[in-house]
């Protein structure tokens, strides 16, 4: 401390003046005996607002980390929150695809409230009004709007034009891609459509993508130690491609498939630079004034990458368990308690609410958060779960959890009912044997819905007729998650998806389908 900033009062040794003086501010506030045990300018000291800390997989199955029981790849790091907080065993996401699954997350609120309901195809196809409106609130200029230093690290995929990218979404700093995919190995990135920013100006990166975002992060924690600071840590492992971090490669010598190898150093690199981030926050002694949460962006591809959502149903794209159920952690030392194991329905829209009433900001119906503040039910002020329904929508496929009965919808098929406490696979459908609790969950689903908009875009998705338009376009109409790739769920047709398939990556490029569409041969 200064010696004029507060005569006669001296720091005790070892203690810095920012933690004494947030130290003094707590005990006043918690023995309301400010006047008389402290001095007036200690009384006047708020507690801290915590930091807040959102790390997002990208397509990380629900058995993919430690703590959900992976056993052939560590994730130690990752591991560490689950351990040092609340383990969700039932955490959902609001869409089993990426970018509609982030508008949710960001903004506290079903996506489908502001029709944003698919993902946008390839950046250069999207639609014009494709992003999450300016109308729509977000975590960030929220945070903001409260003093706190906000920093996003990592794949934004919600919205291309100037006016909705992260430094006009409340940003203060931004490192990172636009796009919903990218590669990861710096000799890839030259010339590539998802140009690296810091800021909106272009970078050249020459660390493995992965590393430098964990990079970014620490030096974002470090820059903001001594103010509230919001980071929002959005990798794009393990999306696709496939590509592997070569320092790690010695490390996962021993798994024998190249593919799940592969994977494995991504997924290890992601747990490193997790390890990074979190790192600094005990380097200046904040775990205790940060929230974490870590979560993925929806259930892991397991035909293209090896990603595991055992034991659930289905992947990424479908409303099955396995497309929206994921691993989902949440630490905050001190306040929440460590290695609990949380088995009611949440979801990744109850972050928002959250963390504004940590940091002293209650919501008002206005805001018509649909999530719920998550710390009366951990801290077991509440007995109920924080919801008894949650709904899903993605064009003609639908879902609904109310209670332990799930109703699902998919396209051209008859509703399925399934009781996921007896049956978390969706192995045994029930519709036939319960047309009344079929009944009720369709109820409850078209109760939601009829609060929703239609979608504002439609997703790339198909051929609208065989031969229609270009070979290019054709492509980018069947690259329905735009990472630039074709995976055997975006061409379901296994004999073609071998002859196109050439390397047999199990993966068709750009470079492959024009090859083949040069034979005179029509996807």
Partial sequence: MGKDAHPGLSCPEGLTRRDFLRAAGRLALATGAGATLLPRWAWAVEPRRPNILVILADDLGYADTGFQGCKDIPTPNIDSIAAGGVRFTDGYVSCPICAPTRAGLLTGRYQQRFGFEHNPGPESHAAKNFGLPRSEKIISERLK???????????????????????????????????????????????????????????????????????????????????????????????????????????????????????????????????????????????????????????????????????????????????????????????????????????????????????????????????????????????????????????????ARVGDWKLVCRRGQPPELYNLAEDIGEKVDLAARNPGKLKELQAAYDEWNARNMPAQWVRQDGLTARGAGTDAERFDRLDRDGDGLLTPEELPRPRLFKRLDRDGDGLISPQEAEAFAGKGEEP
């Fill in 145 to 399: 709007a409260l003093g706190y230093a906000t920093g996003m690290v990592g794949k934004w995929h919600v919205g291309y034009r100037p006016e909705l990218t992260p430094p006009e979404r409340g940003f203060d700093e931004f490192f990172g891609f636009l796009s919903g995919a990218n590669n990861y190995l710096p000799a890839a990135f030259r010339g590539q459509r998802n140009t690296i920013l810091r800021g909106m100006e272009p970078v050249e990166e020459r660390e493995y993508l992965t590393d430098a975002f964990g990079r970014e992060a620490a030096a974002f924690i470090d820059k903001n130690r001594e103010r509230p600071f919001f980071l929002y840590l959005a990798f794009n492992a393990v999306h696709s491609p496939l590509e592997a971090s070569p320092r790690l490669r010695e490390r996962f010598a021993g798994i024998k498939d190249p593919k799940r190898q592969t994977y494995a150093t991504m997924l290890g690199a992601m747990d490193d630079a997790v390890g990074k981030a979190l790192g600094k926050l005990r380097e200046h002694k904040l775990e205790e004034d940060t929230i974490i949460f870590f979560l993925s962006d929806n259930g892991g591809p397991t035909p293209q990458t090896t990603s595991r959502n055992d034991p659930l149903r289905g992947y990424k794209g479908q409303v099955y368990e396995g497309g929206i159920r994921i691993p989902f952690a949440m630490q905050w030392k001190g306040h929440v308690p460590a290695g609990k194991k949380a088995d009611r329905p949440l979801i990744s829209l109850d972050i928002v609410p959250t963390v504004l009433a940590a940091s002293g900001a209650t919501p008002t119906a206005e805001d018509k958060l649909d999530g719920v503040n998550l710390l009366p039910f951990l801290k077991g002020e509440v007995e109920k779960a924080p919801h008894d329904r949650l709904f899903w929508r993605m064009g003609e496929q639908h879902a």
